[in-house]
């Protein structure tokens, strides 16, 4: 079992909806909510480090948390955990 983690950028948008993105791994999704955006790019980060894994491709070492909520200051930055088994 392997974990990996990195920082997610959460942006809302006009319509009240959150759009939200992994800037080291370029993967991107959007919910209704933060929760539910939280939930999808949880969800994708999984499977693209799932198929990562499974293709034998390498996966980045993230950048430091700091850094990317520094970069976007105006938006949420959250850590988002992915669990391959």
């Known amino acids: 079992m392997q974990q990996y983690v ?3 950028v ?3 948008k006009e319509d009240e909806t ?3 993105f992994v800037p ?5 999704t959007e919910g209704d909510s933060i929760e539910e955006a939280f939930l999808y790019i949880k ?3 999984r499977i693209f480090c799932e198929y990562a894994v499974k293709m034998d491709d ?3 070492i993230p950048t430091k948390f700091e850094k ?6 105006k938006n949420i930055v959250m850590l ?4 391959v088994m």
């Open 6 to 8: 990195f920082p997610a």
């Open 24 to 28: 080291d791994l370029n993967i991107t």
């Open 68 to 73: 990317i909520a520094e970069k976007y200051k």
């Open 10 to 12: 959460f942006v809302k």
């Open 58 to 60: 390498d996966i980045l």
């Open 80 to 83: 988002v955990d992915a669990i």
């Open 43 to 45: 969800d994708y980060l």
């Open 18 to 20: 959150f759009s939200v």
